[in-house]
């Protein structure tokens, strides 16, 4: 995969079709390149799945102050002016790291879709929080089966005992096993993206926002206030799981959203 430096080292990214225009794709805590490419299926143009720091092939912070939103908006920003891309989406703690570079810079992209934002700031849900530091305590043991585990119970409670899921959270136990995303589950689960949501009054994207009913881990309320306090912003709530159970719709979502006149 190609790389570029970020400030924490290398990240690495994949670069799929061709032309104008260009959407980055940033996927979220404990996710990979893989899981973010169905987002981006009917999208034209090029499309740039990166991994953040610690992830897949991406460099891991030295030291914990490396976890933090201003670094994962800065791993955004800088692979996103390496490929000129206008457009990006973001699920879950990718949209954070969006979320958090929009508040800086508020014109940066064109379009933006924000699929399944988690709270923005106060505290999280400590169910929540247990099982993100159940994961980390099996990466850093190298359990995939206390992995899978634990992947199976951050997805929504109607998808859990579905066989599609539980084969890829043992499969993801793999790809988790050996890489630095135990800091990136003990650190930012517990931060907040922004204290204050008045600076997305200025953001000139034309925004989506993407939520899901029976998701602890991405409540609609917090997709619902994002979306009040940015201008013009649509917000698609969907009865079923987005990826488990809506998947066409998904793509008929994304798709007809970017690739629209």
Known sequence: MPSIDGSVGSLHYVVTGAGDPTTLFVPGLAQSIADTRPFGSAVEGTRVFVD???????ATPASDSGWAYDGLADDVRVVAAAVDAR???GVSLGAGALLR???DEPTR????VLALPGPLHGERDATVLAVATALADAV???DPIAMGRTL?????????ARSDVRLW????????????VAGALRHLPRQSVLESLDAFAAVTASV????QRGDDVHPVAAAEELSAAIPGAQLEVSDVPWIWGGRSALRDTVSGFFNAP
């Open 140 to 142: 850093d043991a190298n």
């Open 169 to 180: 959270a043992r499969r993801h136990a793999a790809d988790l096993a050996g890489s630095g």
């Open 52 to 58: 953040l720091r610690g992830h897949g092939g991406s």
């Open 208 to 211: 989506l926002v993407l939520a």
């Open 101 to 103: 570079l929009l508040a």
């Open 109 to 112: 992209f064109d379009r933006v």
């Open 152 to 160: 199976v119970a951050l997805q929504p409670e109607s998808a859990r």
């Open 87 to 89: 457009r990006a989406l």
